[in-house]
């Protein structure tokens, strides 16, 4: 393959991508679980996200373990508006298996309660829980 051929190059940029790519797989297996956020602004958004997010992602009924959210503060689209990911964990029915559903929640801090509402997220529905995420669980 000479160096400047078109297959050469797609192989650099292949290259490029996958060292990419693999920055990013090991920096969110890297983030472990954050503490719990019991007080501040950040608790009590999660605190409200934490009795809508199991309703908008239909799991009310089967039984939460808990929910985690990424940090209002740190996902701000301006000065009051948030958008946040909530994660919301339960067990599945019928083979006990630990599994959670992604809901994106989008909200007002300065309105009680901050949202109405989270829509679900399909990407990693009913997927089994792993530790790639930067979560803070609900007090």
């Not at 940029?13 to 503490?35: E, H, N, S, Y």
Request: charged letters at 25%; aromatic letters at 8%; hydrophobic letters at 40%.
């Amino acid at each position: 393959m000479k160096r400047d051929s078109p297959e050469s190059r797609c192989s650099a940029r292949a290259i490029a991508v996958a060292a990419v790519l693999g920055g990013v797989v090991l920096g969110l297996v890297g983030c472990a679980l954050g503490p719990d956020i019991a007080s501040g602004e950040d608790g009590r958004i999660i605190a409200q996200l934490a009795e809508i997010a199991p309703r908008d992602a239909g799991l009310e009924a089967i039984g939460v373990r808990h929910v985690e959210c990424w940090r209002p503060s740190e996902s701000m689209l301006d000065e009051a508006t948030f958008r946040v990911l909530c994660r919301v964990h339960y067990i599945e029915s019928g083979g006990g298996a630990d599994r959670y559903r992604d809901v994106i929640c989008i909200g007002d801090v300065r309105n009680e309660p901050v949202t109405d509402y989270c829509y679900r997220w399909a990407f990693y529905t009913d997927m089994p829980a792993f530790e790639d995420r930067a979560g803070f669980r609900a007090a």
